[in-house]
C-alpha cells in the first residue's frame, strides 16, 4: 500500500505564489508518473501537470507559464510551484501517482486526499 501526502495549500491573493508538496510513502513500490489534478464546485477534476520517472513533464495549457511542477525521485516527493495565481486557480489539488510494486505486475494508480487553494480577487 502506498500513501501520498499533500501539503501546501491554503489562501492567497492574485497574482501570488503557493508551493504544493506531495510525498509518496509505502514500502516495495517505484513511482512512476507523479501529477497534479484540480477540481472546483460544480466542474470535472481536471489535470495540471505531471511528470514521469524519466523527467517527461505535461502541462495543461491553462497553466503553462506560471505553474512548475518538480519531482525528488530520492524521497518519491513531487512538488507544483504556482505563480501568478487568479481566482480561477481555486480548487482543490489532488495528488495523483502511479506505482508499481516489485514483484508484481501491472501499475496502480493512488491519490491524495487533496489540499483546498483559494485565490481571492
Known amino acids: 500500500q502506498v500513501q501520498l501526502v499533500e501539503s501546501g495549500g491554503g489562501l492567497v491573493q492574485a497574482g501570488g505564489s503557493l508551493r504544493l508538496s506531495c510525498a509518496a510513502s509505502g514500502s516495495g513500490f517505484n513511482v512512476n508518473t507523479m501529477g497534479w489534478y484540480r477540481q472546483s464546485p460544480g466542474k470535472q477534476r481536471e489535470g495540471v501537470a505531471d511528470?514521469?520517472?524519466?523527467?517527461?513533464?505535461t502541462y495543461a495549457d491553462s497553466v503553462k507559464g506560471r505553474f512548475t511542477i518538480s519531482r525528488d525521485n530520492a524521497n518519491n516527493t513531487a512538488y507544483l510551484q504556482m505563480n501568478n495565481l487568479k481566482p480561477e486557480d481555486t480548487a482543490v489539488y489532488y495528488c495523483?501517482?502511479?506505482?508499481?510494486?516489485?514483484?508484481?505486475?501491472?501499475?496502480?494508480?493512488?491519490w491524495g486526499q487533496g489540499t483546498q487553494v483559494t485565490v481571492s480577487s
Open positions: 495523483r501517482s502511479t506505482v508499481s510494486f516489485r514483484g508484481r505486475l501491472g501499475a496502480f494508480i493512488y
Open positions: 511528470v514521469s520517472s524519466g523527467g517527461s513533464i
